[in-house]
């Protein structure tokens, strides 16, 4: 089976943009969440969808979104982009969600200047 | 609020010593912990959670409820070790549904 897949690897924006991440689950898992990942941080849980459904979300700003698709491919996009969102941001697939293993993807490099 | 504690940033053992990479957590309810793991340019990866109690690539986490600690034991370091080492809480209540990591561990073994 492949893996989890993000698109796209590396990003360069400028302050005041919007940016849209996307991540491809595993065949035949419904649950996606997202986490971001910083130096000072570590990861941090952004939300998570099931069925198309955002089933729960981290403490962020509202400016971070997401949704979920029939296809369990999953987007995020942030808006009004500040410097601090400069960050790794990593999706996760998991079968049904829940307490179950985490499949994680490699990744979208944000960059913010 | 769930924590999860990592105190240490880098640990550094050398080849053929035991390994303790700690972990301690705050949470009221009955917890569900993992530890993933993450090796040089590779992604991150689940290593065990407690409810396997099983034994994997050497490393073996017991769940002290008393001391709310779930330790990642490994009794002869290897090269290969060196990773990075996240321990994580899984938390759930009222469909709401949430893991919560540490801030990693770096283990570096010397050969």
């Known amino acids: 089976k492949a893996g989890v897949t993000q698109t796209p690897r590396y990003l360069i924006k400028t302050r005041g943009q919007q940016v849209t991440l996307s991540c491809s689950p595993i065949?035949?898992?419904?649950?996606v969440s997202w986490y971001q990942q910083t130096p000072g941080q570590g990861l941090q849980f952004l939300f998570e969808?099931?069925?198309?459904?955002?089933?729960n979300k981290g403490n962020f700003p509202g400016r971070f979104s997401g949704r979920q698709f029939s296809n369990s491919r999953s987007e995020m996009n942030v808006s009004t982009l500040e410097l601090g969102d400069s960050a790794l941001y990593l999706c996760?697939?998991?079968?049904?969600?829940?307490?179950?293993?985490?499949?994680f993807g490699n990744g979208t490099r944000l960059t913010v200047t | 609020a769930q924590r999860v504690t990592q105190p240490e940033k880098l640990l550094s053992v050398f080849k053929g010593a035991p390994v303790e990479l700690k972990c301690n957590y705050s949470?009221?309810?009955?917890?569900?912990l993992f530890w993933y793991v993450q090796y040089s340019r590779q992604r991150l990866q689940l290593l065990l959670r407690?409810?396997s109690r099983e034994s994997i690539k050497g490393f073996t986490a017991d769940l002290n409820k008393g001391e709310t600690s779930f330790h990642l034991k490994k009794p002869f370091a290897q090269e290969e070790d060196s990773a990075m080492y996240y321990c994580?809480?899984?938390?759930?209540?009222?469909?709401?549904?949430?893991?919560?990591f540490g801030k990693g561990t770096k283990l570096s073994v010397i050969p």
């Open positions: 407690h409810i």
């Open positions: 996760a697939s998991s079968p049904v969600g829940g307490p179950s293993p985490l499949h």
């Open positions: 065949s035949g898992h419904r649950s």
């Open positions: 949470y009221s309810g009955s917890p569900e």
């Open positions: 969808y099931f069925s198309e459904t955002q089933r």
């Open positions: 994580a809480l899984y938390r759930s209540g009222a469909g709401s549904y949430q893991l919560t």
